[in-house]
């Protein structure tokens, strides 16, 4: 009767082991595809440095593949210099994208001299500040 038992006590155990890896693998592999997909839309492999008539920016995005959504989100993240001001920089952009759907699904554009929040959304909502707009995000850059 005990060699039944650990018998099927380790039948139920290989069966959830099996059950748990599966989606693991497949789980990594969309995460792997989502950051692939991530670095071919937003050329991330090229410099993220761009000279203009004005001054400069700086690009850099962060991906992240959603279970919740089961979609590839990108945070790109552009900050201006000023050639009057090179020693700061003179603002800051941030924007959720769908990767797949190249859909912006929340921004922000921000003057960092004075602090002063020009225009925020996240999907189609107003926001008022930094804060308000990192808490919104949250569901497309989270788990």
Same mark, same amino acid.
């Given at each position: 009767?005990?060699?039944?038992?650990?018998?099927?006590?380790?039948? #139920?155990?290989?069966?959830?082991?099996?059950?748990?890896?599966?989606?693991?693998?497949?789980?990594?592999?969309?995460?792997?595809?989502?950051?692939?997909?991530?670095?071919?839309?937003?050329?991330?492999?090229?410099?993220?440095?761009?000279?203009?008539?004005?001054?400069?920016?700086?690009?850099?995005?962060?991906?992240?593949?959603?279970?919740?959504?089961?979609?590839?989100?990108?945070?790109?993240?552009?900050?201006?210099?000023?050639?009057?001001?090179?020693?700061?920089?003179?603002?800051?952009?941030?924007?959720?994208?769908?990767?797949?759907?190249?859909?912006?699904?929340?921004? #922000?554009?921000?003057?960092?001299?004075?602090?002063?929040?020009?225009?925020?959304?996240?999907?189609?909502?107003?926001?008022?500040?930094?804060?308000?707009?990192?808490?919104?995000?949250?569901?497309?850059?989270?788990?």
């Amino acid at each position: 009767m005990i060699k039944y038992s650990l018998t099927i006590l380790a039948f #139920i155990f290989a069966l959830i082991s099996t059950c748990y890896a599966a989606p693991n693998k497949d789980l990594y592999e969309l995460q792997e595809r989502c950051s692939k997909r991530t670095a071919e839309v937003f050329h991330t492999d090229e410099n993220n440095i761009t000279n203009t008539d004005k001054g400069q920016s700086i690009t850099g995005y962060e991906n992240h593949f959603s279970e919740t959504f089961n979609k590839c989100f990108a945070r790109e993240a552009i900050t201006n210099f000023n050639r009057k001001s090179s020693k700061s920089p003179s603002n800051l952009f941030y924007g959720v994208w769908d990767v797949n759907e190249s859909k912006l699904m929340a921004s #922000i554009l921000k003057l960092l001299q004075d602090d002063k929040v020009i225009t925020c959304f996240v999907n189609g909502k107003k926001c008022h500040s930094e804060d308000e707009f990192n808490e919104l995000i949250k569901p497309y850059m989270e788990q």
